[in-house]
């Protein structure tokens, strides 16, 4: 079988000059070799579930390499890998983004027996994750790069947590480009804010307001002007848009005088304490009886000039209760009923512009994640924000405490400390074979390796 097969392959040391040579053909002349590049993918992503593969890649790198790009390379099969693998996809073409996958998926599988990475590779990899992590091709919502961020995150992660002490160039790449990490957080989670809204609501209806003369109890029509005077109760109703549990700031009603008056004028104001008024119906005391042994607010009207708005005090201690009540429901209605005690007021009802009108203000508070909650579940960054938030206050201390920080001192730190308290991250094999394809895949696959083992870097 091709499992059998794989393992049997990856136990000679051969393997590692095959891969080599492998990755000879991917540097070397990358446009005239599209179709092996593709198959060199998939041949090295079986080889990459089998153990034996994943612990030679460990080995260095001590013989000259073919590749006329890398004259001095320096590093293990590992990094060799990452190098050749970042120069293909820095090629930005649309025929290697079909191999994006197989090459991450790749990384991801070997990780776990990896036991160093140079500061080369390491980089590199960095590289990578600011590129597809980057608002410009992350926002797109392509699937591609959504699992190329989500493989790199894997991969770090599975670095970090088999081998962090032999890992720690890739540990100090992270921590001096944490900000990427940071950034990719801040836009998974939702972020919590508050802003003001700010309601300025007319009469909805002529059906909306009307007066109860006293004491008859009988109801009258109010949509040609209100008439604030001291045998009638004003009833006056208005929906409101706002959301239950909200806190209000403010509250007020706004009249527009009809004529001037300059007598003062004492006006007491109520709201019916329930969390949907019912609209008003022709029968006697439906007002009056809406009037509660409760919050009363007094309005001391001075002055009054035609044409001119006029402000009833905040009414917030009215409404709150509404608003707070647990059956109340964005859109719900509240009855004000107005009472003069002294003087009197005519108004306008609902002409363009003067009609009586509720403004309220009310504080909202927000809450916008830039991804979607299905596309930050394909990242898993958990455990690498708790190893930044759990190193990094030790790492700042170590480098405030002494005054010049060498890139030598900084690794012989981050050897000796301690990560304590960190999730373990699942790591799976993946193949992203179908059933498909799979016996056209093998039949490439065997006599790809045949004749990659005929070739002499």
């Known amino acids: ?101 197989y090459m991450f998926t790749i990384l991801v599988n070997v990780a776990p027996h990896i036991k160093s990475i140079s500061t080369c590779a390491s980089n590199k990899l960095i590289n990578l994750f600011e590129t597809f992590s980057s608002p410009r091709l992350l926002l797109t919502g392509h699937q591609r790069y959504l699992t190329n961020v989500g493989r790199l995150l894997e991969l770090f992660t599975a670095l970090i947590q088999h081998d962090y002490r032999g890992n720690t160039n890739l540990m100090y790449a992270i921590l001096r480009e944490r900000r990427l990490f940071e950034k990719l957080e801040e836009k998974m989670h939702p972020t919590e804010g508050t802003e003001t809204i700010a309601l300025d609501i007319p009469i909805q209806s002529p059906h909306s307001i009307f007066s109860e003369k006293l004491p008859s109890g009988r109801l009258v029509s109010q949509e040609h002007g209100v008439d604030l005077v001291e045998d009638r109760l004003v009833g006056v109703r208005f929906q409101l848009d706002i959301p239950p549990q909200t806190t209000l ?157 060498s890139e030598a001192d900084a690794l012989q730190f981050l050897e000796r400390v301690k990560l304590v308290n960190l999730p373990v991250a699942e790591m799976s094999h993946f193949t992203l074979e179908t059933n498909e394809e799979l016996a056209a895949k093998v039949h490439k696959w065997v006599w790809s390796t045949v004749f990659f083992h005929t070739l002499q870097p």
């Not at 000259?64 to 996809?89: E, R």
């Open 249 to 405: 700031q403010q509250v007020y009603l706004q009249f527009v005088p009809q004529g001037s008056d300059p007598t003062p004028a004492v006006i007491t104001i109520t709201a019916e304490p329930v969390p949907n008024a019912a609209p008003f119906v022709k029968e006697p005391h439906n007002i009056s009886k809406r009037v509660p042994e409760g919050p009363i607010v007094t309005w001391n009207s001075s002055v009054w000039e035609a044409n001119q708005p006029q402000c009833t005090p905040d009414l917030t201690p009215l409404v709150a209760g509404c608003v707070q009540h647990s059956e109340w429901a964005e859109g719900n209605a509240v009855v004000f009923v107005l009472r003069t005690v002294e003087g009197q007021r005519d108004a306008y009802t609902s002409q363009e512009g003067l009609g009586v009108r509720l403004h309220a203000e009310y504080c909202h508070t927000t809450s916008k994640a830039v991804l979607a909650p299905e596309v930050a579940a394909q990242l898993p960054i958990d455990f690498l924000m708790r190893f930044l938030k759990s190193l990094a206050p030790r790492f700042e201390e170590f480098c405030s405490e002494n005054a010049v920080v």
């Open 1 to 101: 079988t091709q499992s059998t097969w794989g393992a049997l392959l990856c136990k000679p040391d051969a393997i590692t000059r095959l891969l080599v040579s492998i990755l000879y053909l991917v540097y070397e002349d990358v446009q005239t070799k599209q179709g092996l590049i593709k198959i060199a993918a998939r041949l090295l992503l079986s080889l990459s579930v089998e153990k034996g593969f994943g612990e030679k890649l460990n080995r260095p790198i001590v013989e000259k390499l073919p590749m006329k790009s890398l004259p001095n390379f320096t590093g293990n099969h590992f990094d060799l890998v990452v190098v050749t693998f970042h120069y293909l996809i820095s090629l930005n073409q649309e025929w290697v983004k079909s191999v994006h996958e």
